[in-house]
């Protein structure tokens, strides 16, 4: 008996309507446009209204557009995995708000907390599933709300006009046909790096979870080490294409559109040039949305099937490394 492979057969996100551009952060803290733009490539993001928006909300959205393009509905699904940093609640995960947003069966629902490598994570979980056979239509999410918890003050400024809030989903079927769909994905992690990118409260460390005294010394806000995770993700994104590639017997130039998560665009150009993919195989759009962490990749291929980008039989490459450090690829034959 031959085992199934997993194809995604929808795509969907969501973004929200609040557009923040470079220049409504110059008015609010001590930053520019220039440092923004040059430093990054992001040129506008979108911030979550409050009573509007939640991460929850935004992956019904994104999931009812997948579903609909899918020709699935919510009843048609086996199992939800969910990628978010920032879910609704600290616990339950944000997965069981999705499940009862919807007219789901009592499916299982999973969070994965992988961070900017959250969907590709996501993605290989839902593709074990499908090919042991135990599940047969996937929904696997990313989304986040990341805008409250970067500080939008000039102690802040580091991250908080990096990042930005949206979602991304995308439908997972099995499917019998040869070559087709997911042929790989690759996964990693060096946690001896896990303080160099992280929130550190309020965890379950110490007795006193969350005071304000914390606040105050901005200990709720999370901490970058910038530049190591620069030169980690120069290493990694293209180290882990390779891994992918390697495994099934393909070269970089067999790829047709690479869709990395958007970190920096900087980091991508740096990433293409060492792979040698010309412009039209890299997909972009963080000039639009800042960094959305785990909804970076779902978004962005998203966008690309809308586009037009994306044409039957087409070689797929996904690749994410940030926070954990983590970091990841998959490899998806259209
Ligand atoms: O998806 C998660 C993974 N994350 C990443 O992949 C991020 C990887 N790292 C990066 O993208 C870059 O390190 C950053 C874009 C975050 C920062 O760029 P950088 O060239 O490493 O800048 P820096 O942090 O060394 O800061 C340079 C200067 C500092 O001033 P001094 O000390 O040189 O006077 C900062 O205080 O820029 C200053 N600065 C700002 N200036 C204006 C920091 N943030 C800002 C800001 N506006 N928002």
């Known amino acids: 008996m031959t085992m199934p492979a997993s194809k995604i057969t929808g795509v969907g996100m969501y973004v929200p309507d609040n557009v923040v551009t470079n220049e409504d952060l110059t008015k609010i803290m001590d930053t520019t446009n220039e440092w923004i733009v040059e430093r990054t490539g992001i040129k506008e993001r979108r911030f979550f209204e409050e009573g509007k928006d939640t991460v929850s909300s935004m992956a019904v959205a994104a999931t009812e557009m997948a579903l609909e393009r899918a020709g699935k509905k919510p009843e ?197 040039k060492e792979l040698n993919f010309p412009d039209e195989k890299v997909v972009s759009n963080i000039d639009r949305y800042g960094n959305t962490t785990a909804a970076s990749i779902p978004i962005a291929l998203c966008e690309a099937w809308q586009d037009g980008r994306i044409k039957e039989g087409d070689l797929i490459a996904l690749a994410a490394f940030g926070s954990g450090f983590l970091w990841a690829s998959a490899l998806i034959r259209w």
């Open 76 to 272: 048609d699904i086996d199992f939800i995995v969910f990628a978010t940093l920032s879910s609704d609640y600290n616990f339950p995960g944000s997965g069981v708000l999705l499940q009862r947003k919807l007219p789901f069966r009592n499916i299982g629902a999973i969070d994965i907390r992988t961070q900017c490598s959250g969907f590709i994570y996501a993605l290989s979980v839902a593709d074990q599933f499908i090919k042991s056979g135990m599940y047969k239509t996937i929904l696997v999410v990313g989304s986040e709300v990341q805008s409250n918890v970067f500080e939008l003050t000039d102690r802040g400024r580091n991250l908080s006009v990096i990042f930005g809030d949206g979602a991304g989903a995308v439908v997972l079927e099995a499917t019998n046909e040869t070559n087709k769909g997911i042929l790989t994905t690759k996964l990693h992690s060096d946690g001896k790096f896990a303080e160099e990118l992280y929130l550190e409260h309020p965890g379950s460390r110490r007795k006193v979870r969350f005071s304000p005294d914390m606040m105050e010394k901005g200990e709720l806000l999370p901490y970058m080490n910038g530049k190591l995770v620069f030169m980690n993700a120069l290493k990694y994104f293209p180290e882990v294409v390779r891994e992918a590639l390697a495994e099934v017997n393909l070269k970089e130039s067999d790829i047709d559109l690479f869709i990395p998560h958007q970190a920096n665009a900087r980091i991508t150009q740096a990433v293409q």
